[in-house]
C-alpha cells in the first residue's frame, strides 16, 4: 500500500513560480513510476508529467520547458518545479504513482488528495 501527500500548492501571480512536493510511503516508493495529473473546473483530468524508477521525465507539451520533475528516493518524495506559470495551469493538481509510466499515463495505482495551484493574470 502507498499513500501520496502533496503540498506547495497556493497563489501565485502568471509569470510567477511554485514547487509541488509529493511525499510516498511505502518500501517499493523507488521501484514506482510518479507523476502529476492536473483538473481544471469543467476540464477532464490531463497528465501534466511522469518519472520512470530510473530518472527519465516525461511531459505534457503544454508545460513542457516550463516545468521540471525529479524525485529524491531517501525523501521518499518527487517535486514538480512549475516556472513561468500561466492562468492556464490554474487547477487541483494531484500526485500519483503506478507500476510503470505506460500505466501511470492511463491508470495510476496510488493518487493523491490534490493541491490547488491557481495563478492570476
Known amino acids: 500500500q502507498v499513500q501520496l501527500v502533496e503540498s506547495g500548492g497556493g497563489l501565485v501571480q502568471a509569470g510567477g513560480s511554485l514547487r509541488l512536493a509529493c511525499v510516498a510511503s511505502g518500501r517499493t516508493f523507488s521501484g514506482h513510476a510518479m507523476g502529476w495529473f492536473r483538473q481544471a473546473p469543467g476540464k477532464e483530468r490531463e497528465f501534466v508529467a511522469g518519472?520512470?524508477?530510473?530518472?527519465?521525465?516525461s511531459y505534457a507539451v503544454s508545460v513542457k520547458g516550463r516545468f521540471t520533475l525529479s524525485r529524491d528516493n531517501a525523501k521518499n518524495t518527487v517535486y514538480l518545479q512549475m516556472n513561468s506559470l500561466k492562468p492556464e495551469d490554474t487547477a487541483v493538481y494531484y500526485c500519483a504513482a503506478a507500476i510503470d509510466i505506460g500505466r501511470l499515463r492511463y491508470e495510476p495505482d496510488y493518487w493523491g488528495q490534490g493541491a490547488q495551484v491557481t495563478v492570476s493574470s
Open positions: 518519472i520512470r524508477w530510473n530518472g527519465v521525465t
